[in-house]
């Protein structure tokens, strides 16, 4: 989903390619990579937060990351939604769960992106998850 069509401005683009590029540090179990993937994708100081935890700047994102990762080996999040951009703000679907199966977890994020095109913060919401998810 993250190919521009001729039809999409190029903010649209962007901001799938920035989804993208957020979701793809989400699955990177390499903790150097995933680093160099946050970077590129967040800004120093960034935030993210929804129901079940939080972290702050690179080091915080990295380490929430890395939990979630711990707590769900193996699965994949994906995106399922085109990315909808609307000035510095987008907001997109995506699924969690192990490749090639029923997601387990569904949700969808709003993130604010600063002028250097890099995320500054992310809300994200959960659609659908097992109970005692948390």
Known sequence: MSA???AQSPQV?????LADRYLA???????????EL??????????????????????GIDAMIAAVQAKFPGFRFT??????AHGEHLRFSWELGPAGEAALVV????????????????????????????
């Open 38 to 59: 946050i970077a590129a994708a967040w800004t120093e100081s960034a935030s993210y937060v929804d129901p079940l935890m939080r972290g702050d700047g690179h080091a």
């Open 13 to 17: 683009a962007h901001a799938a390619t």
């Open 107 to 134: 949700g969808t994020d709003f993130a604010t992106v600063c002028a250097d095109g890099r995320l500054a913060r992310m809300t994200g919401f959960i659609d659908r998850a097992p109970a005692g998810l948390a």
């Open 25 to 35: 540090a989400w699955n990177e179990t390499d903790a150097a990579r995933r680093r």
């Open 4 to 6: 521009a069509t001729p």
């Open 79 to 84: 995106r399922v939604s085109p990315v909808d």
